[in-house]
């Protein structure tokens, strides 16, 4: 009896975990998409990982340019990982960072 409450409660803690997780992919600030999506290349604070640094992409790119970057990937970056609403939403926030 007490295994099968375990269970409930997990299942429980793994459903509303899974629907918050996909609420922050679909609408979401700058900073979540960020997390969600980029940090495991760029780190947790912009300052790079696998993926180089992306601070101050203000003074390197145009909000154009970054876009592009963001929606399309380079060489060594894959393209694609955002919608376009969250690939505008993270360059505007990017561009303030
Ligand atoms: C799989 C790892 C990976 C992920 C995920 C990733 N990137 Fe990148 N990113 C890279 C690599 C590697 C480069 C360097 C690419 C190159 O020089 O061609 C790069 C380059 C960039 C650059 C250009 C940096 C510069 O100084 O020229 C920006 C901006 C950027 N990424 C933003 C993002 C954003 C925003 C996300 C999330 C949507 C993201 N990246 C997700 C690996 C990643």
């Given at each position: 009896m007490k295994q099968l409450w375990l269970l409930t409660a997990l299942t429980i803690l793994l459903v509303t975990g899974c629907s918050s997780n996909s609420a922050n992919n679909e609408a979401a600030d700058g900073e979540s998409i960020y997390a969600n999506k980029c940090s495991a290349c760029h780190g947790e604070n912009l300052k790079?990982?696998?993926?180089?640094p992306v601070v101050n992409m203000a003074g390197k790119y145009s909000d154009k340019e970054l876009l592009k970057i963001i929606t399309e990937g380079t060489d060594q970056m894959p393209g694609n990982l955002l919608t376009d609403d969250q690939s505008k939403i993270v360059t505007e926030w990017l561009m303030e960072q």
């Open positions: 790079g990982a696998v993926g180089p």
